[in-house]
């Protein structure tokens, strides 16, 4: 069936670094735009970036910008989120997903990964 | 302060309708930009329930309805069921953002 699987969250110390992975199964991804968006506790949804099917451009919201990295690899039908510099405010559950359109509205979703700034 | 304003939580009793109103600007819902909807439960992922102002995913029972006018759009729920108890959000495009924005969401509880 459709999945998308998130990984590579963690406990990672203020200024610090991670890398997310976004593995889809049951279809393949270069069709689509994909978005990661994240909930920090307790707290709203929040767009954190976007990339096109063939990695031509991508967007960023303003609170990651310059820090996070959208990378993706259709060969591997996997989505990537580079984090770098994090902060405390970047606490979050981080989800990957599809959006079938421009502008993007998203559709098939993963579970989530957690990440955790602190020290 | 999310660039679309939702109301924190409306609630009702079972079988009455019930409306989340979703209120933007002119450089989101008001430039024409699409309005979108999810529904999260508690420890799960978002769900897409609306897309593209009213059109409702294969699944989606036809209590569920999106309307858009001007710079606000809005999800009714009729004949309101316990399984509803939700967060819904809502969701568009900002032109001077150039991003995707949300509503902060809004507690929906079936007394």
């Known amino acids: 069936q459709v999945q998308l699987v998130e990984s590579g969250g963690g406990l990672v110390k203020p200024g610090g670094s991670l890398r997310l992975s976004c593995e889809a199964s049951?279809?393949?991804?270069?069709?689509?735009?994909m978005n990661w968006i994240r909930q920090a506790p307790g707290k709203g949804l929040e767009w954190v970036s976007d990339?096109?099917?063939?990695?031509?451009?991508?967007n960023y919201a303003e609170s990651v910008k310059g820090r996070f990295t959208i990378s993706r690899d259709n060969a591997k039908n996997a989505l990537y989120l580079q984090m770098n510099s994090l902060r405390a405010e970047d606490t979050a559950v981080y989800y990957c997903?599809?959006?079938?359109?421009?502008?993007?509205?998203?559709?098939?979703w993963g579970k989530g990964t957690t990440v955790i700034v602190s020290s | 302060q999310s660039v679309l304003t939702q109301p924190p939580s409306v609630s009702g009793a079972p079988g009455q309708r019930v409306t989340i109103s979703c209120t933007g600007s002119?450089?989101?819902?008001?430039?024409?930009?699409?309005v979108h909807w999810y529904q999260q439960f508690p420890g799960t992922a978002p769900k897409l329930l609306i897309f593209?102002?009213?059109n409702r995913p294969s699944g989606v029972p036809d209590r569920f309805s999106g309307s858009k006018s001007g710079t606000s759009a809005s999800l009714a729920i009729t004949g309101l069921q316990a399984e509803d108890e939700a967060d819904y959000y809502c969701?568009?495009?900002?032109?001077?953002?150039?991003?995707?924005?949300f509503g902060g969401g809004t507690k929906l509880t079936v007394l």
């Open positions: 997903a599809t959006a079938p359109i421009l502008p993007p509205y998203m559709d098939v």
């Open positions: 049951g279809f393949t991804i270069s069709g689509y735009s």
């Open positions: 990339i096109s099917g063939s990695s031509s451009y991508s």
């Open positions: 002119s450089s989101n819902i008001g430039a024409g930009y699409d």
């Open positions: 593209g102002n009213r």
């Open positions: 969701q568009s495009y900002d032109s001077s953002l150039s991003g995707v924005v």
